[in-house]
């Protein structure tokens, strides 16, 4: 696609659901990242993919927080059991290799969890 | 572990020149890179140093210096549309080659 594309781009949902953030990277780019950021914050790295496989997990907050990515394209970030303080912006980033200086963000899908 | 500090506000009038600077402590440094976000807005990608020195694009110029763990991002012919959040980040090759980002500056531009 032109850029990446990130759904739903708002999700309310109730405290103790679960939720899917879905991310279609830019065609071709092989490196593919997950942020969070919370109001007037800054990005808070979750987890990066170089194709499907995820050489670094460390930024999950906690085993509430899994991601997935097939096909070397789509990833999905799935948050178990919502929690109030998981209400943030999750912003979705790719670049063409994960050696590449530049990455492109989607507009992220906005979580209010009530 | 790694860190980035940057100041959380700086204040410009139109047609000034402001200096935002960024210092960082990371254990597999790949390079410095600086992006901007609108508010309500994806953050963007402004500029990458990996060597010692500055690098200049129109307006915007950024800087590193490798030895003291310091970089700033400089623009010029300050407009009303700067005004925005801007974020230095550190590409880090330890577990593959994530990016980091510090917490950001917001920029005020005045007439």
């Known amino acids: 696609g032109a850029g990446v594309s990130q759904s739903p781009s708002n999700k309310v949902t109730e405290k103790g659901k679960d939720v899917e953030l879905r991310c279609d990277p830019i065609s071709g780019h092989t490196a593919l990242y997950w942020y969070r950021q919370s109001l007037g914050q800054g990005l808070e790295f979750l987890i990066y993919f170089q194709g499907n496989s995820a050489p670094d997990k460390s930024g999950l907050p906690s085993d509430r927080f899994s991601a997935e990515r097939t096909g070397g394209s789509v990833s999905t970030l799935t948050i178990q059991r919502t929690q109030q303080e998981d209400s943030a912006v999750y912003l979705c980033?790719?670049?063409?290799?994960?050696?590449?200086?530049?990455?492109?963000f989607g507009q992220g899908t906005r979580l209010t969890v009530v | 572990g790694q860190s980035l500090e940057q100041p959380s506000e700086v204040t410009a009038v139109e047609g000034a020149i402001v200096q935002i600077n960024c210092t960082y402590q990371t254990s597999g440094f790949y390079g410095l890179s600086w992006y901007q976000q609108h508010d309500g807005g994806a953050p963007t990608f402004l500029s990458y140093?990996?060597?010692?020195g500055l690098e200049e694009t129109g307006r915007f110029s950024s800087f590193l210096s490798r030895s003291d763990s310091y970089g700033y991002l400089l623009l010029q012919e300050l407009q009303m549309k700067d005004s925005a959040s801007y974020f230095c980040a550190v590409r880090d090759s330890t577990g593959g080659f994530k990016t980091i980002f510090g917490a950001g500056t917001r920029l005020f531009v005045k007439a």
């Open positions: 980033a790719s670049s063409r290799t994960g050696g590449d200086t530049e990455a492109f």
């Open positions: 140093n990996a060597l010692d």
